[in-house]
């Protein structure tokens, strides 16, 4: 079976995405992601990814490293009083001001029935 071996591209081996899945922690989606995305090296092959499992391992060292260091946060104290809210009173929905004479309709109203 062809997932099941390894292939050697360039003096390096790769085993497919669905075995370093196993091996690696990450699943066979991820790891076709981080393909496509020039994170790990990796050969696509009719639809399976076959990937260096060392570079993986690299990028899993890696990745920890970059989460551990990215948790440093600057806390930017606000002056008391800088933001003021002011409460608006606007009503929520607009007023119509259109005014119908009900006379003048009424005899257009009238008139169409009339001529007809």
């Given at each position: 079976m062809l997932m099941l071996s390894p292939i050697t591209v360039?003096?390096?081996?790769y085993?497919?995405?669905v075995r370093a899945s196993e091996r690696g922690g990450y699943t066979s989606d991820y790891i076709g992601q981080l393909c496509r995305a020039g994170r790990i090296p990796g050969k696509l092959i009719g639809k399976t990814w076959f990937i260096d499992y060392d570079a993986l391992v690299e990028h899993k060292?890696?990745?920890r490293i970059r989460k551990s260091?990215?948790?440093t946060f600057t806390h930017i104290?606000?002056?008391k009083g800088a933001i003021n809210?002011?409460?608006e009173v606007l009503p929520l929905f607009p007023v119509l001001t259109k005014k119908?004479?009900?006379p003048t309709n009424l005899k257009k109203i009238l008139s169409y029935?009339?001529?007809?």
């Open positions: 360039g003096g390096k081996d085993i497919s995405a060292k890696n990745r260091t990215n948790k104290p606000l002056n809210y002011e409460s119908i004479d009900p029935f009339s001529d007809t």
